[in-house]
Structures are given as structure tokens and as C-alpha cells.
């Protein structure tokens, strides 16, 4: 049996390299020549170690929830509804201004101006932040039967309203808002917390 060429190149580095590239970039916005060249690889031997472009961001999308968006699924364990939103939007804050990194989000820069050959890629970040959201809505929910929230409050409401500050928060950093600033607008944000 003959065996194809082993990899000459780290495939872990060179997929953190493509995140930066769609991260800064978003999905249309990064040209494969773009990519290629980031991660130090010919176009085919992305193609023979990712897939296509989307299948490319695809990964890329999910070494950033296991890294910089990391905090979502550590959120969620916190033991109070009001120890969820803190670290959920204390973490934005560190994720989207993080040194060397590109500023803001990649579920939200990826999805920008996206027109038809971006449609894939937007309809899946989309399906990224609604399933992000969800897990907040059903940990407040469980806050909410435990009598962890005050009777009356809308988990859906609020998950909503803690990702339109996160997501915010992402936009302004692009912008180039500086952490202490943002963090700032959290500590604003959670002075609206239900009493």
C-alpha cells in the first residue's frame, strides 16, 4: 500500500493563522490566496488538509468556541444566573481585545457583507450565536425555577439582552474602543441586572 507524503507543515499553527485571517477578515473578505499565504501552505495543500474554504472555516469556527470564545461554556457553570452574565460579558470584553489577536468577534465579523457566496458561512454563524444564546437561556431558566431570579423574569429576555451588550461590545472594539472602556459598559450593563 503507498502512502501519501506526510504533512511538512503544522496543521494546528497553520489553522490558528486561517482564524486570524477569516477573524479579521470574514468570510468573503478572506481571499484563499489570502489564507494560503497566512498559514504558510499552497492552496492544494489546504485543500488535501482543511477541505474548501467554507470547510476550512468551518474548523476555524471551532478552534475559536474551544479558545478565545471559550468562556461561553464556562458561563454557563458558574453557580448564579448573575455569575453567568458577569463571565459571559467579562469575556467578551477579554475575547475581542485580546493582544496579538484580531479586536471584535468572529461570529459577527465573519458574518458581515456577506452576499451569495458567503450565504453558507452567515447562515452558520447565525446558527452559532442562536445556539450560544440558547445554552444562556436554558441556564437562566434553571436559575429561574431554582429561585435563583426573581419570579417574573423573561430567560429569554435577558440571554437576548446579555448578547446584544456582548456582541456590542465586539462591534466597539473593531472600532477600536479600548478593554477598560468596554468593561466600562459591563459593569453599566449589569447594574441593569433583575433585583
Known sequence: M???RPRS???DRALEKALDVFWCQGYEGAALSDLTEAMGITRTSMYA????????FRKALDRYGEGPAGYLPE???KPTARAV???LLR???????????PA?????QGALATGQSGEAAHKLLAEWRKQGEQRVRERFQAALDEGDLPPGTDP??????????AYGVAVQAVSGVPRDRLQETVEIALRAWPA
Do not use: I, M, W
Not at 488538509?49 to 476550512?56: D, I
Not at 471584535?104 to 459577527?108: A, E, F, K, M, R
Open 2 to 4: 503507498t502512502r501519501g
Open 9 to 11: 507543515f503544522d496543521a
Open 49 to 56: 488538509a482543511y477541505g474548501n474554504k467554507e470547510q476550512l
Open 75 to 77: 458561563a454557563v457553570r
Open 85 to 87: 452574565a458577569e463571565h
Open 91 to 101: 469575556g467578551a470584553v477579554l475575547a475581542t481585545t485580546l493582544p496579538g489577536r
Open 104 to 108: 471584535g468577534c468572529l461570529s459577527v
Open 156 to 165: 429569554a429576555a435577558l440571554a437576548r439582552y446579555l448578547f446584544t451588550v
